[in-house]
């Protein structure tokens, strides 16, 4: 099993691979203009010798051979020159295909994949992975070709110069492939289990990072520095595994390799001095000498690009198990949703997170145009879960959520979601302007627009103050601003979308009283006419929604309005005593 998943992982690589045939094509013929010219050197400079030794020098063929042997190693230089751009564009632009299709993927990947999975383990798959897997797939393409090439063309020489001796070498050689596929076998396993541990340390350090202040706030630096020692030490002896088998490839190659030279070079001065029925002059042991060193080279370079591929190829299956996952069910057919009215049903809905821990069940709901639906309950109660299944976020077990009179699971999901305005208690900014990030969700609204939406959103007085007002550019997730005025900039950016249907989580818990009291005036202007859907804590900013559904246990236990239910002295009745008690 495991090999048929290398295989498969090979495959695939070279399947991205073949995307560039003009590289490859240039890559391998200046690799085998590289190997001719770098092997033509020595037969020049075996003829050269040749010339010498002989009693009468014939200097106008040694001046000529000269001149040959500069032509063909500039020439040589220059073929590997080329042969090296050729590689680059090609691991580049492989490296870029496998982050795009990652990425794309993790565009289309269902919400509890992403929820279930270490958002730093994801990245660090598309980065530090991606990076990993280029460096080995550039050696493998910058070394590999002309290894091979060398060996067999060598190889040629030597059998057509003495192949006795040629023999000789072809029989010993083997012995380094031995040594280096028995240890890279070896290092397979300690750089896979680098690779994982990395990416669990960069999840660990991302989640740090994000919580530094609640990490402070407990007191928890040495614990947290515990763990990332425990995490990193484990790093330490993969890494430390991997480089000492891996390392042991070279120097058990090199002394395979440098007792092959030491025969060619005792063999070839016995061939020459007592000539053994064949001719072998002093040039031809230079010759044999010279390819006996380019024929071993390779298997030492070889050596080494089987220990980074093994490591790249490791790298390229964490990536490739990314891009295999399960996306969200196809709605490349769906309808699109339009001439929303804000008419919404949920129909006998079953959800659960997981087949053991049923949450909600036999959910029924009916809401009309422009009706505001507050929902409130205690945590776990299934709110924001409704919420996620209305967006199609994740889609019910059993029954049907319909908007005007059709299932959502026949609608596509961005026109689905563009009939939605959602703010939540947790802001998200991107890196960008002001501009940008109100004008995220209507990108063809003017200034002028704009500005009305944050002056709706009580955001215009601190944009204004900052140092370049509407094109100041937050960091990331506007860290740069306080957790108010992020929630501000957000409530402006649904606000200059005006969808048809909102839904507000939560959507002032990090803005101040007094600002708040004014928001709720934009927000009911903003509500006029569309169907809202409200999750809030603070019962006080929810009693003029025209139904108030209470919530436990994943089921609505009560639906009325705000005096309705306090009438009941039901569960709404307990919850909003105990807020105002």
């Not at 010219?37 to 010798?49: N, T």
């Not at 980065?127 to 067999?152: K, N, R």
């Not at 109660?381 to 889609?395: A, E, H, Q």
Request: charged share 20%.
């Amino acid at each position: 099993m495991k090999g048929v998943k290398k295989q498969s992982t090979l495959l695939r690589v070279l399947s991205y691979v073949g995307k560039y045939p003009v590289a490859l094509v240039g890559s391998l013929l200046f690799s085998l203009a590289t190997v001719f010219f770098s092997l033509l050197v020595p037969i020049l400079i075996g003829e050269a010798i040749d010339c010498i030794v002989e009693n009468a020098v014939d200097w106008q063929r040694f001046s000529t051979l000269c001149w040959l042997i500069a032509v063909s190693a500039v020439a040589s230089a220059l073929a590997q020159f080329l042969a090296s751009l050729c590689n680059n564009r090609i691991s580049v632009n492989v490296v870029r295909d496998l982050r795009r299709d990652a990425f794309h993927k993790i565009g289309k990947l269902p919400l509890s994949y992403l929820d279930s999975h270490a958002h730093g383990d994801t990245v660090s798959r598309i980065v530090a992975d991606a990076d990993q897997f280029s460096d080995g797939l550039l050696m493998g393409f910058t070394q590999f070709f002309t290894g091979v090439l060398t060996i067999l063309g060598t190889v040629l020489f030597m059998l057509f110069t003495h192949w006795a001796i040629g023999l000789v070498v072809i029989l010993v050689s083997p012995v380094s492939l031995l040594v280096a596929r028995f240890v890279a076998t070896r290092t397979s396993k300690f750089f896979h289990e680098q690779t994982a541990t990395r990416g669990e340390q960069t999840a660990f350090v991302e989640e740090r990072i994000a919580g530094v202040k609640t990490v402070q706030a407990f007191a928890c630096e040495d614990e947290s520095q515990e763990k990332f020692d425990e995490i990193n030490a484990r790093l330490e002896k993969a890494a430390m595994n991997a480089t000492f088998f891996s390392s042991l490839v070279n120097p058990s190659t090199r002394f395979l390799n440098n007792l092959v030279y030491a025969l060619v070079a005792l063999l070839g001065a016995l061939a020459v001095v007592n000539g053994g029925g064949v001719a072998f002059s002093v040039g031809d042991l230079t010759k044999f000498l010279s390819y006996a060193n380019q024929y071993t080279k390779p298997f030492n370079e070889i050596s080494g690009v089987i220990t980074e591929l093994k490591s790249a190829f490791a790298c390229a299956e964490r990536i490739f198990e990314l891009i295999d996952q399960t996306e969200e069910p196809s709605d490349e057919n769906g309808e699109t949703l339009t001439s929303v009215q804000g008419n919404l049903a949920l129909k006998g809905i079953d959800f659960s997170y997981s087949d053991d821990r049923p949450l909600i069940e036999n959910l029924n709901l009916s809401v009309s145009s422009g009706q505001r639906v507050a929902i409130v309950g205690r945590t776990g109660s299934g709110k924001t879960t409704l919420i996620n299944l209305l967006m199609r976020f994740y889609d019910c077990k059993a029954g049907a959520v319909e908007i005007e009179g059709k299932d959502i699971r026949t609608l596509t999901r961005n026109s689905l979601r563009s009939s939605f305005g959602m703010v939540l208690q947790e802001t998200w900014l991107k890196s960008g302007t002001v501009r940008e990030n109100i004008k995220m969700g209507n990108e063809n609204a003017t200034d002028e627009e704009m500005i009305a939406a944050a002056k709706a959103a009580h955001a215009h007085g601190f944009i204004r103050r900052m140092e370049k007002g509407y094109d100041t550019v937050l960091a990331e997730d506007g860290g740069n601003l306080s957790e108010g005025q992020k929630q501000l900039l957000c409530i402006a950016r649904i606000m200059l979308t005006k969808p048809p249907m909102l839904i507000l989580d939560e959507a002032t818990s990090s803005i101040d009283t007094r600002t708040e009291l004014k928001i709720a005036d934009a927000f009911t202007t903003l509500m006029q006419g569309r169907t809202s859907f409200i999750v809030a804590h603070r019962l006080s900013t929810i009693e003029n929604a025209d139904t108030i559904l209470v919530m436990e246990k994943g089921r609505v236990v009560e639906q009325g309005t705000h005096e309705e239910l306090l009438a009941k002295r039901g569960a709404y009745y307990e919850l909003y005593s105990g807020q105002f008690a």
